[in-house]
């Protein structure tokens, strides 16, 4: 098991940007597919991002590719989601999770077993 604490959410306004943090503790010394999952009230909790195990393999909803960036700093155990030209319905709470198994669907929240609790982004219009 890990334990994930996300970090830099909050209040910001369209067209601004936001840098997000999920920082791992525990058992680090495994390798770990990582995604973020965001959930709006009243809404389904879907994909945002994710990065394999290799660091490098990434994966974007369509909703905001070319505007986040998902990377990850393995010396930190920690993964980022940059958020760019931020737009009203980006406002949602938003979740790290990690798997460490080998292959992850990671547009799938069931195929993660470890959740942060969450960091609240709002962007107002």
């Known amino acids: 098991q890990v334990q994930l604490v996300e970090s830099g959410g909050g209040l910001v306004q369209a067209g601004d940007s936001l840098r997000l943090s999920c920082a791992a503790s525990g058992r680090t010394d495994s390798r770990y597919s990582m995604a973020w999952f965001r959930q709006a009230p009243g809404k389904e909790r879907e994909f945002v991002a994710g990065i394999r195990r290799d660091g490098e393999t990434t994966d974007y909803a369509d909703s905001v590719s070319g505007r986040f960036a998902i990377s990850s700093d393995n010396a930190k155990n920690t993964v980022y989601l940059q958020m760019n030209s931020l737009k009203p319905e980006d406002t949602a709470v938003y979740y790290c999770?990690?798997?460490?198994?080998?292959?992850?669907?990671?547009?799938?929240?069931?195929?993660?077993?470890?959740w942060g609790q969450g960091t609240q982004v709002t962007v107002s219009s």
């Open positions: 999770a990690a798997d460490s198994a080998t292959w992850v669907n990671l547009r799938s929240s069931s195929a993660f077993d470890n």
